[in-house]
């Protein structure tokens, strides 16, 4: 004879299926209108403000940012920068405090509710505070993921091996029903296959976090693209792409 189960085991159950730790994701995005400028999964070379200003307000799920400050190399003061060393990063456009917080202020305009912002940081903004950034927005931090490179960096004391991907998510903040992959590790172990761009991140710690709070079909931005990893990582995970880079790449279609 079939047991009758009591409504307290029935609750039990649905708030074990429902629970924070659920791989389902019931946050959808809006159908995208794009101007006929904006190709995806292209690498676009024009100016990420002006990118976000074409995009309409709360139709994407995530973004990427990966300012290009000069952080660690002012504090630093190696003196032959540019000359025996990073001379690539030296003759990228650096952004100011300002320029930062307006790419974030732009991104905060065209992500969805509960969207996430996945912003790489070096150890002296982290450490010495970069709230001011996202003052105003509706973006509060949620994690923070270390990628292990792998390989030696700068460093007078101890050597530079990691850099840190600050989460951001946009108000209501929840992981529940929105963040659906639950066995990233907060210290990734990944070295990048190739150098090259001076900024280049992990394809396959990006290409989990997208996977993570986006659907298939979905649309990732990087308004300042570097090397387009995150392209590749979105389109990897069955994702679209719209970004672009001011570098001295030309538009290639993928």
Known sequence: MRRKESP????A????THSVFSSKRIVQTPPLDLPEFLIPNTRLKMD???LLCHLPEESIPVAF???QYRGVL???KYGNEGKSREKRRSSLMQMSEELIGEFIQ?????L???GHLFLWMDKFHLCQGFKTWFEGTQLDIVDLIVWNKDR?????RSRRVCEYCVVLQKHPRKAKGVWKIHNIRDVWLERTKTKEHPHQKPIGLQGELIAAVSNEGDYVIDPAAGSFSVMEAALSKGRNFIGCDLGKMEKTRI
């Open 152 to 156: 030696f960096g700068m460093g007078y």
């Open 112 to 114: 969805i509710p509960s």
């Open 65 to 67: 940012l990966d300012p």
């Open 106 to 110: 732009g991104i905060d305009n065209v």
């Open 74 to 76: 002012d504090k630093m």
């Open 13 to 16: 159950t649905e708030n074990v």
């Open 8 to 11: 307290l085991s029935s609750k």
């Open 48 to 50: 990420g403000l002006k």
